[in-house]
Structure formats: structure tokens, C-alpha cells
């Protein structure tokens, strides 16, 4: 008798081969796939990192280019993880980026590789003439253990083994008169990566950093710019890629902004800090190692109608050790030195206070 083939419902997908296959993808509720963004925080803020599929709208600063950090991150995590990367930006050469983008740090597991590699090299200067030469592992080195998502040194750049001709592709929008060439280039990198039922080989990242920038002659048509976003949404969205975009507001007009926000997935904003704000430093801790906030607008929901309900939304940018991007909440610092004092030796029943005891 033949095997009855299991029925499967419509609501259900068989995502067995995207686990054995793809280490850099997770399987999230309502049938959603995540990729990571590369920074660990951001990925639990967003409850396991951009979907697939997805479009993400970052909103720059002027006044500083904190975007940048989330931007070298997230293409960072892609080559560390051999998925292809598109790259577009207003600079004459694209490529120049590439060398700023972070090295993935050693493994948390990997701390006691240094004291190991002492210890093989004293019994080898011992017994060398039985064993050779010391041969050291090249396996073990940074990024060489696949990770969801992996924590970046900011100070150490990327191999360049990682940017092969097949992974990266960089385009450059300046003196760009339309957009038409950036759509049929972003049209011909994500037909690669149609979605197959059941099935998924590969993912793919598009950056486009500073999409608004006055570089481009395009940047005064703004119908023409939300015409493209639109289309670049729906190339997207049949595709296994997330598109990331930064742009900023404020040399674009109102109107075009909330519409350029409005078409995200997923919504969020850097904002820079002053060096000398006494009153913002009263009120949050650790103000001297933030660099910056990032705020939550927007949490892309595909599959499902049920918003997401975040316990804060917006967040401090540090820098721990001054190399790696940690995201925190805001939390209001205590009471000056009098009123905690105060605070702290308030009255009650078996409390004293420095005027005497209590009479009740």
C-alpha cells in the first residue's frame, strides 16, 4: 500500500530545509523569517531582526551620521553570514566603503584560545623533533563560526576575503539624473532570489544609504523618488531580501517625508547628543557614554494584523569599550545628592532622621 502523503494546511509552511541550510535565518510566529540586523539589542528589540521580505526605513541626522553605524552592521552581517549585498550610495567610488565595515569579534566560547595556544607552543618547543612544526588552526579565527548574529568590533575592519565579486555589488547614484537605472539594477539582483514555496536557498541585503541626498539630481522629484521606493517595496516583498534605506528628512519636504515613513515595514531614527547638555545629564544615566538615541517608530508585521506592543521605543546608542554597539533603555537617573538623601532616609515607624525620632 502506498504511504499517504500528510496533509498540510494552507496556514502552515514546511521549514525544514531553511533550518539545515541557512544558520543566518530564524523562524519566528505566523510563519515569519528573520535575518539578523547585525546588532544583537536591535535584533531582541525587534523580536529577532528584520523580516524577509521587508522594507526598512532608517531616518538620518543631520548633524551627525549615526546612521552609518546601523548601516555597517547590517551589511557587515550579511558578508559574515556569504549572503549577496547590493550597495548604493551618492560617493563617486562605493567600493571605498567596504573598508569601513566591522570585523565580527572572537566568540565568547573562544576566551580560552590564547592560554591553549601557549601551552601547544611549550609542548612543542619539548618534543618538536617528534611532532613537527606547530601548525596553527586557521579555523578559529574571527567570524569563522557562522552566528545568527555576531557582535562587530568597530575598530577592526572586515576581512577582505569576504568581499568576493559574486557577493557584493556597489552602484553609485551620484549625478544620478532618475532613478530608473538603480530600479532595473535593484529589479535584476532580486529576481535571483524569488520565493519558492517551501523553499528558501539563499537571502540577499540592499543598502541604500542616503537615498535624499542633494548628490543626486533626482533628489528635487520627490514623486519620482516615492514612485521608486514603492516599486522597490514590491520587488521586496516577493522576494527572500530586506531592503534597508537611509534617507534624511530634513532636505526633503514634509509631506514626502510622512509618505516615505508611511510605506516602511520597518521605521526607525537616529538622533545625535550634545556633548554639554547639563539637563539631559541629570535626568539619564550614563549620559557620558551615549553617542546617541535610536528611536522605534514602526515594527514590520507581514503575516499578521496584531501590532506590536514594544516596552520602550526609544533607546541609547553606546559604545562599549568604545568598540562594540550596545543599545540600552533610557533610564532616569536618581535625585540629586539633597533629595536622595532624603529620599533615602525618609520617615517611618523604625526609620530616624537627624532632627531626632519620630513623635507619633
Known amino acids: 500500500m502506498a504511504a499517504t502523503k500528510t496533509r498540510v494546511s494552507s496556514f502552515s509552511r514546511n521549514l525544514s530545509t531553511v533550518t539545515s541550510q541557512n544558520p543566518g535565518l530564524k523562524h519566528g510566529p505566523n510563519g515569519t523569517i528573520f535575518i539578523s540586523s547585525g546588532i544583537p539589542d536591535l535584533d531582541k528589540i525587534l523580536g529577532g531582526g528584520f523580516s524577509l521580505g521587508s522594507l526598512v526605513m532608517v531616518m538620518e541626522d543631520p548633524e551627525a551620521p549615526h546612521h552609518m553605524l546601523l548601516l555597517r552592521n547590517f551589511m557587515s552581517q550579511g558578508l559574515v553570514q556569504k549572503q549577496p549585498l547590493l550597495y548604493a550610495s551618492a560617493s563617486k567610488d562605493p567600493k571605498s566603503f567596504l573598508g569601513t565595515l566591522p570585523s565580527p569579534a572572537s566568540p565568547k566560547g573562544d576566551k580560552t584560545s590564547d592560554h591553549t595556544h601557549e601551552k601547544d607552543l611549550r609542548i612543542a618547543w619539548q618534543y618538536k623533533k617528534y611532532f613537527g612544526e606547530p601548525q596553527l588552526n ?92 514603492r516599486s522597490l517595496k514590491g520587488m521586496a516583498r516577493s522576494s527572500n531580501a530586506v531592503v534597508v534605506v537611509t534617507f534624511p528628512p530634513s532636505l526633503i519636504s514634509p509631506s514626502c517625508s510622512k509618505r516615505l515613513q508611511h510605506m516602511a515595514d520597518t ?81 517611618g515607624c523604625s526609620g530616624s532622621t537627624k532632627s531626632g525620632s519620630l513623635d507619633f
Open 138 to 229: 586557521l579555523n578559529t579565527n574571527n567570524g569563522g563560526q557562522l552566528e545568527y548574529c555576531n557582535d562587530f568590533d568597530l575598530r577592526k575592519p572586515l576581512d577582505r576575503h569576504f568581499f568576493s565579486s559574486n557577493n557584493v555589488d556597489c552602484v553609485s547614484i551620484k549625478d544620478s539624473p532618475n532613478l530608473t537605472a538603480l530600479q532595473d539594477r535593484c529589479a535584476g539582483f532580486l529576481a535571483n532570489f524569488s520565493r519558492n514555496a517551501g523553499c528558501i536557498s539563499s537571502a540577499a541585503r540592499i543598502a541604500i544609504q542616503s537615498f535624499c541626498s542633494p548628490q543626486c539630481k533626482y533628489s528635487n522629484e520627490e514623486w519620482h523618488m516615492l514612485s521608486f521606493i
Open 267 to 347: 521605521l526607525l531614527s537616529v538622533r545625535a547628543i550634545p556633548d554639554e547638555d547639563k539637563e539631559l545629564a541629570k535626568l539619564l544615566t550614563g549620559y557620558q557614554d551615549m553617542v546617541g538615541l535610536l528611536n522605534v517608530h514602526k515594527v514590520a508585521r507581514l503575516n499578521t494584523q496584531v501590532p506590536v506592543i514594544l516596552e520602550a521605543t526609544t533607546f541609547s546608542i553606546k559604545l562599549q569599550k568604545r568598540r562594540f554597539l550596545v543599545l540600552e533603555c533610557l533610564n532616569q537617573a536618581p535625585v540629586d545628592g539633597s533629595s536622595g538623601s532624603s529620599y533615602g532616609t525618609s520617615g
